[in-house]
Protein backbone atom coordinates (compact mmCIF):
# COMPACT_ATOMS: atom_id res chain seq x y z
CA UNK A 1 0.00 0.00 0.00
CA UNK A 2 1.30 3.00 -1.15
CA UNK A 3 1.97 6.03 1.80
CA UNK A 4 -0.78 8.83 2.19
CA UNK A 5 0.69 12.39 2.63
CA UNK A 6 0.17 11.82 6.78
CA UNK A 7 2.26 8.76 6.61
CA UNK A 8 5.22 9.41 8.72
CA UNK A 9 9.11 8.34 7.31
CA UNK A 10 9.81 5.92 10.41
CA UNK A 11 6.69 3.66 8.80
CA UNK A 12 8.19 4.18 5.19
CA UNK A 13 9.79 0.92 3.65
CA UNK A 14 10.55 0.20 -0.03
CA UNK A 15 9.30 -3.16 -1.82
CA UNK A 16 11.86 -4.03 -4.12
CA UNK A 17 10.19 -6.72 -5.72
CA UNK A 18 6.72 -4.43 -6.43
CA UNK A 19 9.23 -0.97 -6.77
CA UNK A 20 7.14 0.88 -4.36
CA UNK A 21 7.31 3.09 -1.11
CA UNK A 22 5.05 2.53 1.76
CA UNK A 23 3.86 -0.28 4.23
CA UNK A 24 2.54 -3.83 4.25
CA UNK A 25 -0.48 -4.71 5.98
CA UNK A 26 -0.64 -8.21 7.16
CA UNK A 27 -4.08 -9.75 7.91
CA UNK A 28 -5.43 -13.22 9.02
CA UNK A 29 -9.00 -13.84 8.55
CA UNK A 30 -11.06 -16.76 9.30
CA UNK A 31 -12.90 -19.03 7.00
CA UNK A 32 -16.01 -16.49 6.25
CA UNK A 33 -13.21 -13.74 5.80
CA UNK A 34 -13.88 -11.55 8.98
CA UNK A 35 -10.60 -10.37 10.35
CA UNK A 36 -9.02 -12.05 13.03
CA UNK A 37 -5.53 -10.77 13.21
CA UNK A 38 -3.82 -7.21 11.46
CA UNK A 39 -0.23 -5.94 11.53
CA UNK A 40 1.25 -3.49 9.37
CA UNK A 41 5.12 -2.74 8.70
CA UNK A 42 7.53 -1.53 6.75
CA UNK A 43 7.16 -2.48 3.21
CA UNK A 44 10.96 -3.68 2.97
CA UNK A 45 10.02 -6.12 5.51
CA UNK A 46 9.58 -9.58 4.46
CA UNK A 47 5.91 -11.53 4.45
CA UNK A 48 7.69 -14.11 6.56
CA UNK A 49 8.79 -11.92 9.16
CA UNK A 50 5.78 -9.56 9.13
CA UNK A 51 4.04 -12.78 9.54
CA UNK A 52 5.93 -13.49 12.67
CA UNK A 53 5.65 -10.14 13.89
CA UNK A 54 2.23 -10.77 13.53
CA UNK A 55 1.99 -14.19 15.23
CA UNK A 56 4.09 -12.63 18.21
CA UNK A 57 2.11 -9.79 18.70
CA UNK A 58 -0.96 -11.96 19.56
CA UNK A 59 0.59 -15.20 20.54
CA UNK A 60 -1.77 -15.11 23.75
CA UNK A 61 -4.36 -16.76 21.52
CA UNK A 62 -2.45 -19.60 20.92
CA UNK A 63 -1.12 -20.18 24.62
CA UNK A 64 -4.92 -19.98 25.11
CA UNK A 65 -6.03 -22.44 22.68
CA UNK A 66 -6.59 -25.46 24.20
CA UNK A 67 -4.53 -28.44 22.77
CA UNK A 68 -7.64 -30.89 22.62
CA UNK A 69 -9.08 -28.99 19.64
CA UNK A 70 -8.11 -29.34 15.83
CA UNK A 71 -4.99 -27.49 14.48
CA UNK A 72 -5.90 -24.41 12.80
CA UNK A 73 -4.81 -24.77 9.34
CA UNK A 74 -3.05 -21.69 7.97
CA UNK A 75 -3.07 -20.98 4.31
CA UNK A 76 -0.40 -19.58 3.16
CA UNK A 77 0.69 -18.23 -0.80
CA UNK A 78 4.03 -19.32 -2.41
CA UNK A 79 5.76 -15.93 -1.45
CA UNK A 80 5.96 -17.49 2.60
CA UNK A 81 8.31 -20.14 3.61
CA UNK A 82 6.83 -22.49 5.85
CA UNK A 83 9.65 -23.97 7.11
CA UNK A 84 11.33 -20.64 8.56
CA UNK A 85 7.78 -20.19 9.90
CA UNK A 86 8.14 -23.17 12.22
CA UNK A 87 11.37 -22.14 13.37
CA UNK A 88 10.85 -19.11 14.14
CA UNK A 89 7.12 -19.30 16.17
CA UNK A 90 8.47 -21.98 17.51
CA UNK A 91 11.17 -19.92 19.27
CA UNK A 92 8.28 -17.73 20.54
CA UNK A 93 6.33 -20.46 21.60
CA UNK A 94 7.85 -24.17 21.31
CA UNK A 95 4.48 -25.93 21.51
CA UNK A 96 2.55 -23.95 18.74
CA UNK A 97 2.84 -26.33 16.33
CA UNK A 98 1.11 -28.97 18.74
CA UNK A 99 -2.06 -25.98 17.47
CA UNK A 100 -1.63 -24.88 14.21
CA UNK A 101 -0.64 -26.18 10.98
CA UNK A 102 0.84 -24.47 7.28
CA UNK A 103 -0.34 -25.29 4.19
CA UNK A 104 0.81 -23.45 0.72
CA UNK A 105 -2.39 -22.71 -1.77
CA UNK A 106 -2.18 -24.46 -4.89
CA UNK A 107 -0.41 -21.76 -7.55
CA UNK A 108 -2.77 -20.66 -9.97
CA UNK A 109 -2.27 -21.60 -13.60
CA UNK A 110 -1.95 -18.71 -16.44
CA UNK A 111 -5.55 -19.92 -17.69
CA UNK A 112 -7.25 -19.47 -14.19
CA UNK A 113 -5.75 -15.87 -14.01
CA UNK A 114 -6.78 -14.79 -17.16
CA UNK A 115 -10.28 -16.37 -16.08
CA UNK A 116 -10.15 -14.67 -12.65
CA UNK A 117 -8.86 -10.86 -14.41
CA UNK A 118 -12.10 -11.31 -16.69
CA UNK A 119 -14.31 -12.12 -14.03
CA UNK A 120 -13.26 -9.80 -11.91
CA UNK A 121 -12.86 -6.60 -14.46
CA UNK A 122 -16.24 -7.33 -15.80
CA UNK A 123 -17.58 -7.47 -12.02
CA UNK A 124 -15.99 -4.04 -11.39
CA UNK A 125 -17.33 -2.41 -14.55
CA UNK A 126 -20.60 -3.22 -13.54
Known sequence: MKNTCNASVESKGFC???CTN?????????????????????????????????FEKNIDYFKSKPASLPKTTILLDNGYHPEKLT???????PQIMTKIQFELSAKPSKAEKEAFMTIWICACCR
Open 22 to 54: GIKRHLAVDILGFPFFTHCTKANISDDQGLIEM
Open 16 to 18: FYK
Open 87 to 93: QALEDIY
